[in-house]
């Protein structure tokens, strides 16, 4: 496996100010998308970070070049633009191409919202993002939005993607879930051995699909105890709950995947219930 430049590495943690651990996540998703060396991956999410790989510390040429040509199988205009900046006036292409790469970095109001079975936490997603300024879609719009009768999820998320901001993916305990007895360890965690909440598999799929293709524009945002998957090891995961920490929290990470957060005025610190239990059951059970 190839080694990865130590100070392209600590160039891309100040940028993103993110711990080691969650950058090489990054490199590694960012690798299987470019289906590129490790190497050629880093410099990939330091060029989407903005920083300057021409340096001779950060990058050799041969590695620009690299670079440049995986790149350039995607999208000719924007490697050209990006590894090798002219020092000399740009011309027409250039100019469309460095406005096209700004253009990625946008504020929008809408915020797909993938969820599991309970509706009613669901809801006060979609009543919560209403209350920050934010217009959610469910992912049934997002599917008529690819004018296709059985759409890829790929192509539900470009979709999606093309109006929307970013990826809200909500993590309920929605399944019981746990290993079967004769694959269990002895250093296996209790969630492996006993039942467990665990959220939906489409909410997982689709969890998966949308941190691999937009992992800067993804929140994963979770609700009571789920159990734990691996693949998420080093990712930050709201915890969302009534406190009003964790809803500034969440508005936070959604600012900074390019939302038009809108804080102004307190009804966001309440709007939406965000306790495991529903209400209405606590009601009926002391009626009974």
């Given at each position: ?141 997002a599917i008529r ?12 998320l470009v979709a ?129």
């Amino acid at each position: 496996m190839s080694r990865i430049n130590s100070a392209l590495l600590q160039a891309i943690q100040k940028r993103a100010g993110i711990a080691q651990a969650r950058a090489y996540q990054l490199i590694a998703i960012k690798s299987a998308e470019l289906v590129a060396d490790r190497k050629i991956a880093a410099l990939a999410v330091a060029v989407d970070l903005g920083i300057n790989i021409n340096k001779q510390a950060l990058a050799s040429k041969a590695e620009r070049d690299e670079l440049a040509s995986t790149l350039g199988r995607r999208a000719p205009a924007l490697a050209r633009q990006t590894i090798e900046p002219s020092t000399q006036q740009p011309d027409k292409p250039r100019r469309q191409g460095a406005k096209a790469s700004k253009s990625r970095v946008r504020k929008s109001n809408a915020v797909m919202v993938v969820h599991g079975r309970n509706q009613r936490l669901s809801s006060s997603m979609f009543t919560f993002l209403r209350s920050i300024g934010l217009q959610p879609i469910e992912w049934s719009q997002a599917i008529r939005r690819t004018k296709k009768a059985a759409p890829h999820v790929g192509e539900i998320l470009v979709a999606a993607f093309r109006e929307a901001a970013a990826v809200v993916v909500l993590l309920t305990p929605d399944d019981e879930a746990r290993l079967k007895s004769e694959f269990v360890k002895p250093s296996d965690a209790r969630h492996e051995r006993e039942l467990t909440g665990q959220a939906r598999p489409n909410v997982l799929f689709e969890a998966g699909r949308a941190f691999g293709s937009h992992p800067d524009s993804t929140v994963l945002v979770q609700i009571g105890a789920v159990r734990p998957f691996s693949d998420t090891a080093g990712v930050h995961v709201v915890q969302l709950s009534q406190a009003v920490e964790s809803r500034k929290d969440l508005a936070d990470r959604l600012e900074i995947a390019g939302c038009a957060v809108d804080l102004t005025g307190s009804a966001w610190m309440t709007e939406g219930d965000f306790s495991l239990s529903d209400p209405r059951a606590r009601t009926r059970r002391r009626s009974a």
